[in-house]
């Protein structure tokens, strides 16, 4: 196995959820990106935006 001297962080796809505060669609979104962001951590480097 080749080993990279690249952290693996730097190495994994970030996926960038961006939501509104007040919106309720996002706010009912949220435990559904909170269980993927758990679930899929070690794959993907996950960012939430907040803006309005």
């Known amino acids: 196995?080749?080993?990279?001297?690249?952290?693996?962080?730097?190495?994994?796809?970030?996926?960038?959820y961006?939501?509104?505060?007040?919106?309720?669609?996002?706010?009912g979104f949220s435990k559904v990106i909170s269980r993927l962001a758990t679930e899929y951590q070690n794959h993907f480097h996950f960012e939430v935006l907040s803006g309005a």
């Not at 690249?6 to 796809?13: D, E, G, K, W």
């Not at 961006?18 to 706010?27: E, I, S």
């Open 18 to 27: 961006c939501y509104d505060a007040h919106c309720g669609w996002c706010y």
């Open 1 to 16: 196995m080749i080993k990279s001297a690249i952290p693996v962080y730097f190495c994994r796809m970030t996926i960038y």
